[in-house]
């Protein structure tokens, strides 16, 4: 077959630097899992150099014309190619509540959409790789005070200790993006458990972004606080000023308060 053709409505960039390629699939350490779950091969030039690792590697592609070409020049993924939509896909109808790795040239379009829906089987996912807009990675790894950090910075260094790799130039990829690219390595904490309500803090932080430029006393009255926790000095700040430990301690007081 052919090359596949890339879609614009995809998001589809292909990767055509063999040696980026590799060192994205070296960022992985293959530690407490036996699966990596490759999201967006395209025509698998990440593919395989996976396939040449100790781990079972999957494949999701929502591309018919890319599963077709993987289907036939990789028959190592014989059985292993899902050809469904990883944010629409129940996961667990191939791994089964096992422990697996996420990696991948993610769609630009889609990749934030992507980080929050491996949010939800943090459980399941002791780490997270990958190529991304420049700008989305370095967001994700942010620490706070910049304008750059928020909602993603906060609910994904919850979980995870988040580390920038390295910068993707533009003439790598076929068609070339406008934007250069970052890849990222996150690894699940040893404790990811909250010491508070996870759907309380997951509120408490986007609720306190929607309004990044206000105090937390202004940006967080959709909460109905009461007086005098309104009064915490914690309030005083913005957003972007607080770290996760923060807004961990911010969520107990919420709690505390009776919300």
């Known amino acids: 077959m052919e090359k596949v053709t890339a879609k614009k409505h995809l998001g589809q960039h292909f990767l055509k630097d063999e040696s980026i390629a590799k060192d994205i699939a070296d960022t992985l350490n293959l ?5 990596v779950l490759e999201i ?26 890319s599963v077709t070409y993987l289907d036939q020049n990789y028959p190592k993924l014989k059985d292993r190619i899902i050809s469904k939509d990883f944010l629409k896909y129940n996961i667990n109808d ?15 379009n889609i990749s934030t959409q992507i980080v929050f829906r491996a949010l939800e089987y943090r459980d399941q996912i002791p780490e997270f790789a990958g190529m991304f807009q420049k700008e989305v990675a370095q967001r994700i790894c942010e620490k706070k005070g910049t304008k750059a950090y928020g909602i993603l910075s906060v609910l994904v260094q919850a979980f995870y200790d988040a580390e920038y790799l390295f910068t993707v130039d533009e003439n790598v990829f076929i068609p070339p993006p406008k934007v250069k690219s970052g ?9 990811y458990s909250l010491p508070c309500g996870e759907k309380l803090f997951f509120t408490v932080v986007k609720t306190a972004f929607q309004q990044r430029r206000k105090t937390l006393r202004n940006s967080l009255k959709t909460l109905n606080l009461s007086d005098s926790l309104r009064e915490d000095k914690i309030f005083d700040l913005r957003p972007e000023q ?6 961990i301690e911010l969520t107990q007081k919420i709690e505390a308060d009776g919300v």
Do not use: C, H, S, W
């Not at 191939?94 to 630009?108: L, R, S, T, V, W």
């Not at 890849?183 to 404790?191: A, E, G, T, W």
């Open 242 to 247: 607080l770290n996760v430990e923060q807004f």
């Open 31 to 35: 530690e407490g899992y036996d699966d």
């Open 40 to 65: 967006g091969p395209g025509m698998g030039v990440l593919t395989k150099y996976l396939l040449d690792k100790p781990v079972n590697t999957y494949v999701i592609e929502i591309d018919t014309e």
């Open 94 to 108: 191939i791994f089964e509540g096992k422990q697996f790795a996420i990696i991948g040239n993610f769609p630009y």
């Open 183 to 191: 890849v990222l390595r996150l690894r699940r904490k040893k404790d």
